[in-house]
């Protein structure tokens, strides 16, 4: 019946089930045409991080977020909504805590790098980002795994440092694998 009414298959992501894709399609629907983008549909949810403007310019949570400027306390604190579809894919993020899949290595990922209720949202602005791509693009959603989103990774670091190499004058040769 899900499938019917949306023409995907929600379930196919993984942390995604029924009661979770029935309570996003309940509160959102399946006609996304009133959202222009991912992101506006991640913000309606109260999925992204805020917004503090200060002094005339605005500064993103992510970057601020604790800096005091102009004696103001900058902060990126998501903003609080009343809808169910945001609670149940922040349930469905913290799912994926031991899954084999991509979206588990990312939210591992995140782990590492922030606290645990910072990375289940930003897990949860994932999936509803991949549920709006499925349902206006009425693709299926296929995971590649964690070994791939591994390496996907590792490409992507070291593109980062041989540019930050060359941009201090230093020239970036990788080792070869151990091994």
Not at 13 to 34: C, F, N, P, R, Y
Not at 96 to 122: D, F, H, N, V, W
Not at 152 to 170: C, D, I, N, P, S
Request: charged share 25%.
């Amino acid at each position: 019946m899900l499938y019917r009414m949306c023409g995907v298959d929600l379930t196919r992501i993984d942390g995604i089930q029924v009661t979770t894709a029935l309570a996003v399609i309940s509160e959102v629907g399946a006609d996304m045409s009133k959202f222009p983008s991912d992101k506006h549909v991640a913000s309606w949810l109260g999925l992204c991080s805020g917004t503090r403007i200060t002094g005339g310019k605005v500064m993103s949570g992510k970057v601020m977020s604790g800096k005091v400027m102009s004696g103001k306390v900058m902060s990126g604190k998501t903003r609080r909504v009343a809808n169910r579809a945001a609670q149940a894919l922040r349930l469905a993020a913290a799912a994926l805590r031991t899954s084999q899949s991509a979206l588990g290595a990312y939210l591992r990922r995140l782990c590492s790098r922030m606290e645990k209720p910072k990375t289940i949202t930003a897990t949860a602005h994932k999936l509803a980002r991949l549920i709006y791509a499925m349902l206006t693009k009425g693709e299926e959603y296929s995971d590649r795994g964690q070994d791939d989103f591994e390496q996907r990774y590792r490409e992507r670091a070291v593109r980062q440092l041989a540019k930050r190499a060359q941009q201090l004058g230093w020239q970036f040769i990788p080792a070869p694998p151990p091994g």
